[in-house]
Structure formats: C-alpha cells, structure tokens
C-alpha cells in the first residue's frame, strides 16, 4: 500500500520523505564541503572573465602564437569606430 493520496487533477501526492536525521557535526561538515566547492568554483569563474586572460585566449593559440587574423580585425573595427566618431564630430 502506497501513502499516495488523489488530488484535484488526476494527480497522485506523495508525502514528502523524511530525510535521515543527521547530528550537528555532520551538517557542519557537509556545510564546510559546500563552502569549499563554492570558493573553487568562485575562484575558476574569476580566473576565467580576468581580462588578461580573455585576451589570452582570444588573441594567442594554443601553442602560444599570435593569431594574426583576429588582431587584424580588431583593428579594423578600432579604426572603423574611430573614424566614425570623428566623422560624426565634425558635423
């Protein structure tokens, strides 16, 4: 026999589990395991967006070689923006 009951719907509710009782120390520990994996993952999310290392790894391969091309776009862009900004003040 199952402790499901029927609900407006059609749906079946089942009483939600009751989790094993857990001592004060084990929360704590589990607590300070969670608080561990957070730093962790704060920490790789900042290293991540750091802009030199974006630049990094937009602007240099693998093995450490300039790409070439992606400089060169960028530059364009730059001079592009730039050269509209001063069009746009001389009107």
Known sequence: MTNATTVPGGLA????????????????????????RLAE??????????????ARRTFVDSDGNLRVKRI????VVVAGVAGLVRWRRSR
């Open 13 to 36: 509710a089942r009483e939600p589990a009751t989790p094993p009782a857990r001592t004060p120390a084990e929360i704590e520990a589990d607590i300070e395991r969670t608080r561990a």
């Open 41 to 54: 993952t704060v920490d790789a999310i900042a290293t991540r967006v750091k802009p030199a290392n974006v």
């Open 72 to 75: 060169a776009v960028l530059a």
